[in-house]
Every structure is written in C-alpha cells, then in structure tokens.
C-alpha cells in the first residue's frame, strides 16, 4: 500500500461542488480583480483570526515583505529571526534592506528560542519576526512583554499555522501583525499561490493595502513606490469554502498527531515533536528527527510512505545567505537540520493509515539500530 506524504486533491474532491459552484459564480461576475470575492474572504478570515483587518496578497512572502515596507524597516534596521525556518522569513527582512538578526532554535520545540533573543536586541532592531514553525505556535506572553520593553513591533510569520493557539489566543493575534501562505500545501491552501496580512492596526492595514495596489490608495494616485500583490478573487472565492472546514481538518491533523505521539513514544533513536503546555499546534507537519535520517527516509519509501525534509539546509549555510552568515554557528539548527524528517499528515489519512504509517515507521526505526 502507498501512503503519500501531501494530497493537495483531496480538498478538492472533497468540496467539489462547493469549489465548482464558487468558481462558476466568480466567472460568471466578470470581476477577475479585487470585487466581492476578496472583500467576502479578507471579512471571513479576519473573523476567523480574531482581528479587524484582513488584506489579501500575491504570497507569503510578499505578506511579510508588504509589512516591513509598512512599518518603514530597511536599510540600517535589524529584524531578529529565527535561525530554524523556511528561507522565506529571511528573504523577507532581506528584500526590504534590512539585516536578519538570526537566533538559534530551542532544541524542544525547534522553533525560536525565547531564551536568547533578548541578547540579540540591539540599537538598531526594529522587530521581532517569531515563526510558528510546522505549525506550533511561539509562545507569546514573554515575548510581547520584551518587545514592549524595547519598543519592537512582532510580526508573526504564520504561513504554516492557520488555526493555531497560544492559551485563549489564536494565532494572528499574538504579534502586532500577521503574515498568511495560502500555498496549496498549506492547511489552508489554495489552488495557486495567495498570502493575507492581518492586524488590529488600523493605519497599518492601510498602508499594507496601499502597498499592494502599486502605492495607491486611489486610481492613478501613486503616493508610494508600491507593488502589484493581492490576492487574485478565484483563489479568494475557493479559500472561502475552504475556511469552513478548516477547524475540522485541523482537528484530524491533531489526531493523527497523537496516534503518531502515542505509537512512536518507544521507537528507539527517534525524537518525537513536544507541544508545550498551553500551546495547541495546528500540526501542519509532524516532524520527528533521527540520526540516520536519509536511511530512515529509504527504508519507509521501501515500505510505501513518502515522507519529506522541512528543512535540510540552513539559511546561513544557503547560497542566498552563506556570503554574510556562513562562518556563524547555530548548533541546534543545524543538528535539526541534518536529522529532520516530516512524516504524512493531513486529513487525506485515516485513522488506519495512520495507525499503519506509525508502524511502518516503528520497524524500520527498529531495523536500522
């Protein structure tokens, strides 16, 4: 049997009808930019996040670009980073100017560690850029009270967390401002690239809109050197009947996770991911880290389960990045890095595969020790 890692046309088989009926109805309106369909989502969403703003971008990237340019950081700021994250969260602070201030990752919840970003705080930081990598949300109380103290504005990158909780707080509302992926692999993807920004900050949220519009607020009224980045309405339209079930699909994610948890807990040589207390992830990987990763890798695809590498190479040690940040060190980075493995997850698996997969798993852990 084959146990594949992602199955994007799942949703799609599953919502057909919605899906096909949103589709029809936004071709039919002839509004292939911006229009109801947007309007309706960005509304839809922000409810969602618990926020008042929503803005529709081109990507994720963009999200986090549009809100730096937004909040004026570049050329001479700093933006404290996590070491441990996809490119993108660099790529961002680099694109406005900005230097990113990396900070290595707490070896339990692989995502910043809290405990040492207070040392990287300079003169010239501006914002804290906290990842809520594979899905589990940072824990916010302390950070929002240092940033406070330093007068730094915290930008959530949430591209992997759509659904998530600090306590009573659900992801987007733990920072200043927000940045969204709507990339198809996403728990809340759509069927080509899209990214929302949200915010309780009115100016803010205005300015983002502006941005994104070519820097006008108005047509021809060009105040700003802005960018072409919203959020195309056909993928707003399906993003629509998708956020419907979100909350749902999470709640399977969340159990394949504890079947996972549960049935890997003895498995020698492998470190299985810990959620804090407090902290609900929204589980959109689950990633176990092993010494012999690659052979790990082999003897599962040998017993029919994709699986994947979220990330192997570490952003100071990229291409992109290597020239300025090469000779720096991030030990828990990088053994991650080079021992990460993300398992299938996702509310294409039943509870049998994923009972299945966990077994697999098991016995080939067991024979490579």
């Excluded at 406005?96 to 405990?115: E, H, K, Q, R, S």
């Amino acid at each position: 049997m084959k146990y594949p890692f992602l199955d994007v046309g799942f949703t799609y088989r599953t919502l057909k009808e919605d899906i096909d009926a949103a589709y029809h109805g936004l071709m039919d309106s002839g509004m292939y930019i911006g229009g109801d369909a947007v309007a309706s989502f960005e509304q839809s969403f922000a409810d969602y996040c618990g926020v008042k703003h929503c803005v529709g971008v081109g990507n994720g990237l963009d999200a986090l670009v549009l809100t730096l340019r937004a909040y004026g950081i570049g050329a001479g700021d700093e933006v404290i980073v996590p070491a441990n994250t996809f490119i993108a969260t660099w790529l961002g602070v680099a694109q406005v100017g900005a230097v990113p201030v990396p900070v290595d990752a707490d070896p339990i919840t692989m995502n910043i560690d809290l405990a040492l970003v207070p040392a990287a705080i300079t003169s010239r930081t501006r914002a804290i850029m906290p990842v809520h990598l594979y899905g589990q949300p940072v824990a916010s109380t302390g950070l929002r009270a240092l940033a406070e103290k330093h007068d730094l504005k915290i930008i959530e990158d949430a591209a992997q967390a759509h659904g998530g909780y600090d306590g009573s707080r659900r992801v987007g509302q733990l920072g200043h401002v927000a940045g969204f992926s709507f990339y198809p692999g996403k728990n809340l993807g759509a069927f080509g690239d899209g990214g929302a920004i949200v915010t309780d900050d009115d100016a803010l949220a205005k300015s983002i809109r502006t941005l994104g519009n070519y820097g006008a607020e108005k047509k021809y009224q060009h105040d700003e050197v802005g960018y072409n980045s919203r959020l195309d309405p056909i993928q707003a339209a399906m993003l629509s009947v998708k956020l419907g079930k979100l909350d749902e699909w999470g709640a399977r994610r969340s159990a394949i996770a504890d079947i996972y948890t549960e049935a890997l807990a003895d498995a020698p040589n492998l470190t299985l991911p810990i959620v804090p207390e407090g902290i609900k992830s929204a589980w959109h990987l689950y990633v176990v880290r092993v010494p012999d990763r690659d052979a790990l890798q082999a003897a599962l695809a040998q017993r029919g389960v994709a699986s994947a590498m979220h990330y192997p190479i570490a952003n100071h040690k990229s291409g992109a990045f290597e020239k300025d940040f090469g000779d720096m060190s991030f030990p828990v980075t990088e053994e991650i890095c080079r021992t990460c493995l993300s398992l299938p997850i996702g509310p294409h698996l039943s509870t049998q595969q994923a009972q299945e997969i966990a077994q697999h798993v098991n016995d080939a852990v067991r024979s490579l020790t």
